[in-house]
Each structure stands twice: as C-alpha cells, then as structure tokens.
C-alpha cells in the first residue's frame, strides 16, 4: 500500500506510529519516505506546510490520536481546504480490545461523520480501489480517510 500510495503522486508521509499501521510504516521507514512525529497536532501542521509548497501529504494516526486533533483538523485542514489524506487505524474496532480502546472504537465511525470527513474502511481486497479513490480526492482538492480497523489484540 505504501508503494502503490507514493507511486500515484503522494510525497510525504508524516504521522504517529500505530501497531496497526506497523507494516505501512516500517517500509515507509526503510524507503526513508516517512517522518515520525510525536503528537498527530504536529503531524498536522507538518502536513499543510508541505502542502502548501505542493507537495502532496498523508498523515497516518490511531484514532485515539484522530480524537485528540479533531479541533486541528476542523480549525485548520477543513477550514482551509488542505487536500490532505488521513490513515487512521482503528482500535476498538474488536469487541475483545482492550478497555481503553473500545469507547474511541465504538465513537470513531460517528466522529468522522459529524465532522464530514468521506471516509472509506480499506481491508486486504478494497485497499487498492479506495487508495486510488483517496488520491483522486485530494487531487480534486479534498481531504478524506482511509480507516484500517485492527484486527488483532495486543
């Protein structure tokens, strides 16, 4: 996905690790194509500089992190219109999480909803197709998310 993604034009990968994104983010690193930040605020905010040098962004999170920037991404990336992907890995996603994922899980389909953000939910047969719908999104001046829901338990 992280290939396919940088092949089809998006040059910057800046976010927070997740073990749900841990292979994404592993080849990102290796391919040193990934900047690791520490709070998804500033992963935001690297973001829309690189985009305003047009430089195409996706910023990967959990949706733990997603929640915390929910006013930076209203106040900032939907105000102003960054064409900007969101990868958001979503805990909680599991009945059988851990107790400190699963409000955020159970919340997380409503929030990106009441916030407008389109979103679709990538699994191993959809990726490719939403992947390409995310690019043509942001090329259209858009900012959307890809949600990968966890399918394992730490």
């Known amino acids: 996905m992280f290939d396919f993604l940088f092949r089809k034009g998006i040059e910057n990968f800046v976010g927070v690790p997740d073990s749900t994104l841990k292979q994404f983010i592993s080849h990102g690193l290796k391919s040193k194509k990934i900047i690791i930040t520490t709070r998804e605020e500033e992963a935001i905010g690297i ?3 690189m985009i305003l040098a047009k430089s195409p962004t996706l910023v990967f999170m959990q949706n733990a992190g997603f929640a915390n920037s929910l006013s930076t991404i209203t106040s900032l990336i939907q105000l102003y219109k960054f064409p900007l992907i969101f990868l958001i890995g979503w805990r909680g996603f599991k009945k059988n999480d851990a107790p400190e ?11 990106l909803k009441d916030i407008g953000l389109q979103t679709r939910i990538i699994n191993k047969n959809n990726w490719k197709k939403f992947s390409s719908w995310a690019i043509n999104k942001m090329k259209n001046g858009d900012s959307c998310a890809l949600v990968i829901p966890r399918e394992f338990i730490d």
Not at 101 to 111: E, F, N, T, V
């Open 47 to 49: 973001s829309a500089g």
């Open 101 to 111: 994922h699963k409000k955020i899980g159970q919340i997380q389909p409503k929030l």
